[in-house]
């Protein structure tokens, strides 16, 4: 990850976290992209095996179908990489734990279930709800 500080560099000041707080914050985050990286790398090694020559076509379908799968789950994947690489950037410019909306601080427990939330709990309930409301028309 090109965009994050050394791991022994100490992240800019927060206003609300703790110095400790962020430093942890930011390991899970790492461990968890890190984890991320490494199940990317054995999903491609399976994807890209050579298929069965001798398979059914009932084999072969459920081969796609599997291979169809693996293929959501990876860009999923993908998509956490980047929300984890952002929350790692936030950290570095000293930006971490503000929600973008309101401006408010997201509170440390909420980011220790949820390291790349960008949004503080009532911000996120709130579009939560507009969001079920577009889908109930």
Not at 59 to 72: K, W
């Amino acid at each position: 990850m090109t965009t994050t500080a050394a791991p022994t560099e100490l992240p800019p000041e927060d206003e609300y976290l703790e110095m400790d707080q962020v430093v942890q914050l930011r390991a899970i985050l790492r461990e968890r992209a890190e984890k991320l990286l490494d199940t990317s790398r054995q999903s491609l090694n399976e994807l890209t095996e050579l298929k069965q020559v001798d398979a059914d076509a009932v084999d072969q379908a459920a081969n796609e179908s599997d291979r169809g799968f693996s293929l959501r789950l990876a860009d999923r994947d993908r998509l956490m990489l980047r929300k984890i690489r952002k929350a790692l950037e936030r950290i570095d410019e000293g930006e971490y734990g503000c929600c973008e909306s309101c401006g408010e601080n997201i509170t440390h427990k909420r980011l220790l279930a949820r390291p790349v939330a960008t949004l503080c709990i009532d911000c996120k309930t709130t579009a939560e709800q507009q969001e079920r409301r577009r889908w109930d028309f």
